[in-house]
């Protein structure tokens, strides 16, 4: 217990014999006397998606370059697994409009791979028909797929995605998530996501972690929301919002009206809670960082 009379956040709710592809333990980072991360334990398992929420400046950023062995550590100990293949997608990328460049011949410049196989990973995330389209001339929610597929190509092990949602519209931002969700089941592979949709990630995550340059708190969505620590950085109202929107998007409705658990199989005629609540205007929680 804390001094506060809390339990301490624990960052992880995953069984402990399942071995994590990434681990840091009081990871502690300082940029001269600034103290960016304070002690910070984190681990990523194959297969699950753990998300790092937090106002500007928390250090998520930071946290996701530590594990990647990006930042130098002024304490603490990171392990990762031999051989470990990470896929990464940038917070922004700067796109020169002189510069001749096609969708096909940026995902190749992440590594060896035949045309077959970039085409086969543009059609996995349904952007073939930008295979010859320029850098320069995409949208922002085709650049983010776009530079997904190139994360991917790699097959990797570990998928990093800092804020993907950047610059996409919102109603393509529902859909980016349940496609990253769709990915860590079908790729198999872990997946560390940086963002401040806090609605949408409730939905679609397995562990969040709330940082304020320590772990305020951490594990299940539905746990997190209900912390008073997660209300301490975000506020009561937003708490109160996303735990309602947990509610909403946790059972489903048989044909009958009978409420169960959001796995079961409701059938033809049966309907559940889908993912638009977030997503329609004038719904779901006001991200507060945003403004």
């Keep these: 217990m804390s001094s506060t009379g809390l339990a301490t956040p624990q960052p992880q709710a995953q069984a402990p014999d399942v071995p994590a592809l990434v681990a840091g333990r009081g990871l502690t980072v300082r940029f001269g006397a600034q103290l960016v991360l ?3 334990d984190v681990a990523i398992r194959p297969g699950e998606i753990v998300t790092l929420v937090g106002l500007n400046g928390a250090g998520k950023s930071t946290l996701a370059r530590a594990l990647l062995g990006l930042v130098p550590l002024s304490a603490g100990t990171l392990t990762r697994r031999p051989g470990l293949r990470v896929g990464y ?4 990328l700067e796109r020169d409009p002189t510069l001749p460049l096609t969708v096909t011949r940026f995902v ?3 590594g060896p791979a035949s045309r077959g196989a970039i085409a086969a990973q543009l059609a996995e995330l349904g952007i073939s028909d930008l295979a010859k389209t320029q850098m320069a001339a995409l949208s922002g929610g085709e650049l983010r797929r776009v530079l997904l597929a190139r994360a991917l190509l790699r097959r990797p092990q570990l998928l990093v995605l800092d804020e993907p949602m950047a610059g996409v519209d919102v109603s393509g931002q529902a859909e980016l998530y349940r496609m990253i969700a769709t990915i860590r089941k079908t790729h198999g592979c872990g997946v560390l996501l940086i963002s401040h949709d806090l609605h949408l990630v409730m939905a679609e995550t397995d562990i969040v972690i709330c940082l304020n340059h320590h772990v305020c708190c951490a594990g299940r969505p539905q746990s997190v929301v209900r912390d008073p620590r997660f209300a301490e950085v975000f506020g009561q ?3 109160d ?3 309602i929107y947990r509610h909403e998007h946790d059972h489903v409705h048989d044909p009958h009206g009978d409420v169960h658990p959001s796995t079961y199989d409701h059938g033809p005629t049966g309907h559940t809670h889908g993912h638009t609540h977030g ?3 004038g719904r779901g929680p006001k991200d507060p960082t945003h403004g």
């Design 108 to 110: 190749s410049l992440a």
């Design 241 to 243: 919002a996303l735990a």
């Design 237 to 239: 109202d937003v708490a």
């Design 38 to 40: 304070d002690h910070v």
């Design 89 to 92: 997608l940038p917070q922004s």
């Design 279 to 281: 997503v329609t205007a």
